[in-house]
């Protein structure tokens, strides 16, 4: 598995963490790692409930990696199985998935909340999408 992404196995419970200190933003590196995480998950007989959340108190995840776009990474790259953070494009995923959003869930880290089944929320968790104030569609889940 990927450094920036930890996986704990509780009996039936994965819990899938993103750990990218500052912001937990996912490149396609991470993304694919996470949609391998999820890809598992589906296929493992044994887990029946999966939880993403953010390594860190303020960010559940800041969303697309924009220092790994100024870099040369394209926002259309090829984000692996599932699509942008291995879940918004996972559609024969009949088990449910939990965002445990502890923080800060920005743009595409909103968009991977909205693609889990279920939110919970700390006191702290704070919503937006703000490509859409640039006039960027939000398509990896926010529409």
């Given amino acids: 598995m990927s450094e920036s992404l930890h996986l704990t196995r509780n009996g039936p419970i994965l819990e ?14 991470t993304s ?9 998950f589906r296929d ?8 993403i959340t953010g390594g860190g108190e ?5 969303g697309w990696d924009l220092k790994a776009a100024a870099e040369g990474e394209a926002p259309d790259a090829d984000f692996g199985s599932g699509g942008f953070a291995g879940l918004t494009e996972i559609f024969d995923l009949d088990k449910p998935v939990i965002a445990a959003v502890n923080g800060y869930a920005f743009g595409g880290g909103f968009e991977l909340a909205l693609a889990a089944d279920f939110i919970v929320c700390a006191e702290n968790a704070s919503f937006a999408l703000p490509e859409a104030k640039l006039g960027i569609v939000p398509d990896s889940g926010g529409v």
Avoid: H, Q, W, Y
């Avoid at 963490?17 to 937990?24: G, H, V």
């Avoid at 493992?44 to 939880?51: K, N, S, Y």
């Avoid at 303020?58 to 800041?62: L, T, V």
């Fill in 16 to 29: 899938i963490t993103l750990d990218r200190p500052k912001a937990n933003a996912i490149d396609a590196k």
């Fill in 44 to 51: 493992d007989p044994e887990l029946r409930v999966a939880i």
């Fill in 58 to 62: 303020k960010f559940f995840s800041a």
């Fill in 32 to 40: 694919f790692a996470m949609g391998e995480a999820f890809l598992n």
